[in-house]
Structures are given as structure tokens and as C-alpha cells.
């Protein structure tokens, strides 16, 4: 049975937002602090890393020249569903460059997709690449955070200005299969280069 995608049923990004990260993200509730965003308001280096139709990891990997890393924060299997709030950081130094959260229809995706995403080893664009499967990537929203929200902290920590996101669809072999928030710091990241910690969830 395939389930319409929830985001059919919100009207502002922030109920988007919302239907992606209650019950996962708590106490961290990202959908409280957002703000509606044009790519004019974006720092150049956001607005080449979002304001396309490639998947992130193709843009952070072109952006930086590096390859990227998968850390899963939370994650949370609900029955055709799959749900994980994660970060990105780059191969080299453990930057990270990017905080996403995403929603699977595991009854849209191949078996051998479906395997790969809940090993959560590798970034989701990375898979469905490998797989070479038909898919469309659907910004329907641009978003931004202050500098002083939790999602920004995830840079580096407060202070550093605004970050900025997208919440969008990926179609899947022509059904909307996919539901993502996607935020970048343009230039900015972790400092130290720390790795950040997994939460055992």
C-alpha cells in the first residue's frame, strides 16, 4: 500500500516541517523557529547549494570538493515509514556541512534501496546514484533559521548569522516516494573539525 505524502496536507513550510520532525527531533522542535526564504536573501554559496534539482550530496560534493559523511542523529521505523534526522559532514575534516531530516515510503522503494537506506551507511543520494533508479528532486520550499536557533548550532554554534534550507520531494520511479528538509551553512561548519557524536537511539 502506498501512502500519500504528507506534506499533500500542509500549506506553509512550517507544517511541512513540522509533519517531518515531531516525534523524532523533540526536544528540538525545528518547524518553531523557521521562517519562510527567497534564494535573493541567500548568500551565494546557499543559494548554488539549494536552488537546484540534484540531490544534496551531488552539490556539497561539487561545492567542497570532497566527499561527504553520513552520521545519523535519530531514526525511527513507522510501519511503511522511515524517518532519520542526520548530518553531513565532509570526508577530510568532519565539518558539517549540511543537517537534514527525511521521510521514506519504503513501499515505493526496490527492496535492495530500501536495504541500503536502513543500514544508514551511506547518504540517501549516494544510494539511489548507485542504484541508478528514475527520480525527480522537488524543492517546494526555501527556509531559513537565525543564527541563534538549534538548527544553526549544528554549524558550529550560535552567532554565526543565518542558515538557510530547503524542504522538498524526491519521485522515485514517478511517485512521490521521498520528503526531505536539507539546511547549509554556505561557508560556515564546525570549526574544529570535530566529528559530531551519533545519538544511539
Do not use: K
Amino acid at each position: 500500500m502506498n501512502v500519500a505524502p504528507h506534506f499533500s496536507d500542509c500549506t506553509t513550510v512550517a507544517d511541512a516541517i513540522a509533519s517531518l520532525c515531531r516525534g523524532l527531533t523533540e526536544p528540538v522542535e525545528p518547524w518553531r523557529d523557521c521562517r519562510d526564504a527567497s534564494p535573493d536573501e541567500m548568500p551565494s554559496a546557499c543559494r548554488d547549494l539549494l536552488v537546484h534539482h540534484d540531490h544534496m550530496t551531488t552539490a556539497l560534493e561539487r561545492h567542497h570538493g570532497q566527499s561527504v559523511a553520513l552520521h545519523v542523529l535519530r531514526h525511527r521505523d513507522e510501519s511503511n515509514a522511515y524517518r532519520r534526522e542526520i548530518l553531513l559532514t565532509l570526508g577530510n575534516t568532519g565539518r558539517v556541512v549540511e543537517y537534514g531530516v527525511v521521510r521514506v515510503n519504503l513501499d515505493v522503494v526496490s527492496p535492495a534501496v530500501r536495504q541500503e537506506i536502513v543500514e544508514r551507511r551511506a547518504p540517501l543520494g549516494d544510494i539511489l546514484m548507485r542504484h541508478d533508479v528514475l527520480r525527480r528532486v522537488e524543492p517546494l520550499w526555501f527556509v531559513g533559521f537565525d543564527g541563534d536557533s538549534p538548527v544553526a548550532a549544528h554549524f558550529g554554534g550560535t552567532g554565526r548569522g543565518p542558515v538557510f534550507g530547503r524542504v522538498g520531494m524526491i519521485h522515485y520511479d514517478h511517485q512521490p516516494a521521498i520528503e526531505l528538509l536539507e539546511v547549509v551553512a554556505g561557508e560556515g561548519g564546525t570549526p574544529d573539525g570535530n566529528t559530531p557524536a551519533v545519538v544511539a537511539d
